[in-house]
């Protein structure tokens, strides 16, 4: 398939940039990975910008922004909310899978100090993919091998929905697969962030 094909050239060109050693990591429980995107993120950004983080919430409980009906960024409150389904979820793939579901919603939170996509359709999630793939890739002392990146793209696959028109459309699975290889392109290929202005 041509998307895997660009994917074995990507986990190539990371394990290139991050040195000789593209070790697989050992599954890393949630908490890692909420600790490990975080500190990365806070590497990047500096302190400007990282949203608080409540994660592991149920369905229905109330948030700052109401009834909680998935995972999202509250702007009113500068708060990213995980629920206890998209930890689940994307660990039927792997601990990078769910490494994406936290950086998909800190791009949320980003989209608003540095004016990139606003309101709410399917192009400002495609733009938060992308935006993701970016913080993922430049995680220092990280390496996504190949398998990391395969579980990255059959989550994204997974999550893609034909719901045009809805507001809930997020794209398209091979839109959402595309969007956040082209994040993470850009994080190695020194383009970042720019990469993914729409
Ligand atoms: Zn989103």
Known sequence: MKIFKA??????????LFGTLPVHAR????????????SGIQKIHAYRATPRLIWN???????NCGPIRGSHYCTRVYTVYITNRDIRMPYQHGHAAFAYIIAHEYAHAMQTPY???????????????????????????IVFDNKDIR???????????????SEYHHGTPKQRVKAVVIGMKASVNGKGVSACRV
């Open 57 to 63: 919430t149920v369905r229905g409980q109330r948030g």
């Open 7 to 16: 994917l074995t050239t990507l986990a190539i060109s990371i394990g290139t």
């Open 151 to 165: 579980e990255i793209a059959t989550f994204a696959h997974r999550i893609g929905d034909y719901a045009w028109g």
């Open 115 to 141: 004016r990139f996509g606003r309101g709410r359709s399917y192009i400002t999630e495609l733009e938060a993919d992308c935006l993701a793939g970016v913080y993922l890739g430049l995680i220092p002392n």
């Open 27 to 38: 599954e890393w429980s949630p908490k890692a990975v909420v600790d490990g995107v975080y």
